[in-house]
């Protein structure tokens, strides 16, 4: 298994401003992902972050709405820009961590945007 | 693509058994499955492997029919605790692969 942190926890926001998640793991990972869940839905793969190289996006995401940083193999952010009430969600950033690439989440971001 | 996932909701009395389904239109390598309580991140379950055996937790256990493309999760003499949505999560690598999960179905243990 893994620990993961997420901070913030939990935030509101207003129209048009930008707010960065971080995603903190107790050991080393190859790859993270970050996810979306909006109330009652399922988990949106929102893009693969793998050190050392640029995010693989999903269909309907892109790198201008939610730029991923991932400067070393236990820290990553997903920034969520220039964002909109349809932008209000639960982030979870998760890692494989077992070996067939069992998912292991953070608690999640709670993002209300106004 | 999305795997479809039957039923929706289920609503089962303490004791009772349920079946959750989970089938695909494309080539699993591996299923998995988890569980989220509500305001909690999922936690996962068990994972089915393309070749593999079938896989038990505790009274849940799995099956993965590959050729249907499907697989079933068997919750037997249900608990309270058993209550939250059930994902299930597919991927076409065994390793270092994104996993792509269901809509979920919602069960609910009541006493």
């Known amino acids: 298994s893994a620990v993961i942190s997420q901070k913030p926890s939990r935030d509101i926001c207003q129209r048009g401003t930008s707010l960065t998640i971080q995603c903190q793991v107790d050991s080393q990972v190859t790859m993270m992902f970050w996810y979306r869940q909006q109330p009652g839905q399922s988990l949106t793969l929102i893009a693969t972050?793998?050190?050392?190289?640029?995010?693989?996006?999903e269909s309907g995401f892109v790198i201008d709405k939610f730029p991923i940083s991932r400067p070393n193999l236990t820290f990553s952010t997903l920034t969520v820009s220039n964002m909109s009430p349809e932008d209000s969600s639960i982030y979870l950033c998760?890692?494989?961590?077992?070996?067939?690439?069992?998912?292991?989440f953070g608690p999640g971001t709670r993002l209300t945007v106004l | 693509q999305q795997p479809v996932q039957s039923p929706q909701a289920v609503i089962l009395r303490e004791g009772e058994d349920a079946v959750i389904n989970c089938s695909s239109s494309?080539?699993?390598?591996?299923v998995h499955w988890y569980r989220q309580k509500h305001g909690e991140a999922p936690v996962f379950l068990m994972i089915l492997l393309k070749g593999g055996e079938q896989k038990g937790h505790e009274k849940i256990s799995a099956s993965f029919n590959e050729k249907k493309q499907q697989s079933s999760l068997y919750l037997t003499a249900s608990q309270l605790s058993y209550s939250g949505t059930y994902f299930c999560?597919?991927?076409?690598?065994?390793?270092?692969?994104?996993?792509?999960f269901g809509p979920g179905t919602s069960l609910s243990v009541i006493p």
């Open positions: 999560g597919t991927a076409k690598k065994t390793s270092y692969d994104k996993v792509i």
């Open positions: 998760s890692v494989d961590r077992g070996l067939y690439n069992e998912q292991f």
């Open positions: 972050a793998n050190q050392g190289s640029e995010a693989t996006y």
């Open positions: 494309k080539a699993l390598y591996s």
